[in-house]
T-cell receptor
Framework: GQNIDQPTEMTATEGAIVQINCTYQ??????LFWYQQHAGEAPTFLSY??LDGLEEKGRFSSFLSRSKGYSYLLLKELQMKDSASYLC??????????WGAGTKLIIKP | DAMVIQNPRYQVTQFGKPVTLSCSQT?????MYWYQQKSSQAPKLLFH???????NEADTPDNFQSRRPNTSFCFLDIRSPGLGDAAMYLC??????????????FGAGSRLTVL
């Protein structure tokens, strides 16, 4: 079957770095997405990885290891506005998106 | 700005009273999706349209129906809302289907409360 796991909640300090992990099990893989969702709002696209390695976009980076079924989202220089849920989503062999339940990130001053 | 617009943002209905949620897009995307998302849970795909081709998820209850009269608009009809249907309903679009780098653009969502 297919399964995605990510921590339910994390807390970090403004200005610090935080890494949000996502592990998955799937029989087929066509990429992994990260979306940001502020409370009561729609998810917005952050990153897409299909090959192993690190993709950097400003303060946000996303890493993928297909052999380990593992991805992480790295947020640097945390700002209060980064408080949100971060959703990991896997695209399976049928190009269907399998969503994780999201990691709620709380930023403290 | 090109975008996905959902109306209403907040909908309160009574148990069993039909509700229609709307979604419009100016992106000219071929694919439109409806997701249901409950608090602290993953979005759950209800169905999607690829152009006029309707694709229902196997576990979507018959209580949920959809219409896409043209490229720009898509509607979600909940025929007899139950308490368990209270959720955020998200509309999303994508330019294509069946592509790896298929980024979804979401609307702001319609939050449904059932009394």
């Amino acid at each position: 079957g297919q399964n995605i796991d990510q921590p339910t909640e994390m807390t970090a300090t403004e200005g610090a770095i935080v890494q949000i992990n996502c592990t998955y099990q799937t029989s087929g893989f066509n990429g992994l997405f990260w979306y940001q969702q502020h409370a009561g709002e729609a998810p917005t696209f952050l990153s897409y990885n299909v090959l192993d390695g690190l993709e950097e976009k400003g303060r946000f980076s996303s890493f993928l290891s297909r052999s380990k079924g593992y991805s992480y989202l790295l947020l640097k220089e945390l700002q209060m506005k980064d408080s949100a849920s971060y959703l990991c989503a896997l695209m399976d062999s049928n190009y269907q998106l399998i969503w994780g339940a999201g990691t709620k990130l709380i930023i403290k001053p | 700005d090109a975008m996905v617009i959902q109306n209403p943002r907040y909908q309160v209905t009574q148990f069993g009273k039909p509700v229609t949620l709307s979604c419009s897009q100016t992106l000219n995307h071929n694919v439109m999706y409806w997701y249901q998302q409950k608090s602290s849970q993953a979005p759950k795909l209800l169905f999607h349209y690829y152009d006029k081709d309707f694709n229902n998820e196997a576990d979507t209850p018959d209580n949920f129906q959809s219409r896409r009269p043209n490229t720009s608009f898509c509607f979600l009809d909940i025929r007899s809302p139950g308490l368990g249907d209270a959720a955020m309903y998200l509309c999303a679009t994508s330019r294509v289907r069946g592509s790896g780098a298929n980024v979804l653009t979401f609307g702001a969502g319609s939050r449904l409360t059932v009394l």
